[in-house]
């Protein structure tokens, strides 16, 4: 059995618990798990001395009518206490939680998140949080820091783990980007599509691919943590501070106070990506933000780029992202291509974590 604490449940942690109580009600679950604890930012729910599993029927509510203020000490000391394995999940994209991970670890609880700052931050601490998991035999798991649910740490991993030398990983990492440039830019005018710039970063925020705050996706930093993660993986200490990164937000915008401002003011924007459109098009070209981790030449990057309608990363659909990863067993990339932000692939990355980590700690 493995005893799950989440922290954050809005729309990722909400999926998660969805799918989780779908996958229990059908009796479909690899092996047991259930959850005893959540939290948001301002109440936590822990459930009895016995680790029985919370209710979730209506468990929105009884986490605001039960639940006492968020205190990540007494959830780390609760969860600690459990007589079987216990996993953190960390749902949100918050720093202060990222701060506890050495106190989960310590306390031997395993981490899965998607969360990409602990990974990307400040290089000390994330070296930190290895060496401390490895001994403390603690498992982290991410898998959903990039590429949302696509197998993407995973082959990474296995790539490294078996002695294999990346040369390169070049790719489309953000769901949201790839969602706006394939409609804002696409290889083919669709007849009649007349939507702004702005217009299709609203509904990439609808359809829920954009971070919490959408200008982490368009100043290029959600791309950019995704690089130095699996850049680091790849065995380069890649940092946010030295990857030079293209910032999309327009100068006048890049001071407002709130994501909600942002938003209002982007349409005064709209003719400023219109003309950089206009450009690509006049040379046969498509606009797409592109990654590169390049541990050969030391030319890791975040861009935004006009590329040929004929290259692989300019007839990517919908949100999709597109990992190419360029090695000395593959010469020829091993591609992965799928759905790379939403809340489902999302919390699927984030389960599927979960029932390895149940697998891994089965005796
Ligand atoms: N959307 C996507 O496609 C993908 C998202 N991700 C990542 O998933 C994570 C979650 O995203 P999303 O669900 O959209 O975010 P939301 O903003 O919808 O939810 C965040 C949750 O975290 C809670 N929270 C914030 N701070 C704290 C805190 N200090 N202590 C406890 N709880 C806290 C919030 O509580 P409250 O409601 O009280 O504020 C809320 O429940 C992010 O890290 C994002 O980068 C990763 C891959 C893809
Ligand atoms: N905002 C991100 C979500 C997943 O990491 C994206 O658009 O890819």
């Known amino acids: 059995m493995v005893n799950v604490g989440i922290i954050g449940v809005g729309l990722v942690g909400s999926e998660l618990i969805n799918q989780l109580t779908a996958q229990i009600s059908r009796r479909s679950l690899p092996l047991p798990l259930k959850i005893v604890a959540l939290a948001n930012s301002k109440v936590q729910l822990l459930s009895n001395t016995n680790y029985d599993a919370i209710d979730l029927d209506g468990w929105k509510k009884r986490l605001i009518s039960h639940g006492v203020s968020t205190d990540l000490s007494a959830f780390t000391t609760y969860l600690a206490k459990s007589p079987d394995v216990a996993v953190v999940v960390d749902n949100t994209s918050n720093q202060d939680v990222v701060d506890f991970y050495p106190e989960f670890i310590k306390a031997g609880l395993h981490i899965v998140t998607p969360n990409k700052k602990a990974f990307s931050g400040d290089l000390g601490f994330y070296k930190k949080i290895v060496d401390l998991a490895r001994e403390k035999k603690v498992l982290i798991y991410h898998e959903s820091t990039v590429g949302a649910g696509l197998p993407v740490i995973n082959t990474l991993k296995d790539l490294v783990g078996t002695g294999d030398e990346i040369v390169k990983i070049e790719g489309i990492f953000s769901g949201t980007l790839s969602y706006l440039f394939n409609s804002f830019s696409p290889t083919e005018e669709t007849a009649g599509d007349t939507k702004t710039f ?24 959600d791309v950019a943590r995704k690089v130095v993660i699996l850049g680091r993986l790849a065995g380069i200490d890649l940092s946010l501070d ?105 919390a699927f990355g984030i389960f599927s974590d979960l029932i390895k980590i149940a697998e891994r700690t089965s005796s």
């Open 198 to 221: 702005s217009d299709i970063v609203r509904i990439a925020k609808e359809n829920g691919y954009t971070e919490p705050d959408p200008r982490d996706d368009l100043n290029g930093v």
């Open 242 to 346: 030295t990857l030079p990164v293209e910032n999309m937000v327009p100068e006048p915008l890049r001071a407002v106070a709130s994501a909600d401002e942002f938003l209002t003011k982007l349409p005064d924007c709209d003719d400023h990506f219109d003309q950089l459109k206009k450009a690509a098009q006049n040379n046969n070209k498509v606009l797409r933000y592109v990654g590169a981790v390049d541990p050969v030449n030391g030319k890791s990057s975040v861009s935004l780029l006009s590329l040929s309608t004929s290259h692989p990363f300019a007839s990517l659909k919908g949100s999709d992202n597109i990992i190419a990863f360029t090695t000395k067993r593959f010469p020829n990339p091993l591609i992965i291509q799928g759905a790379g932000a939403g809340a489902a692939v999302t």
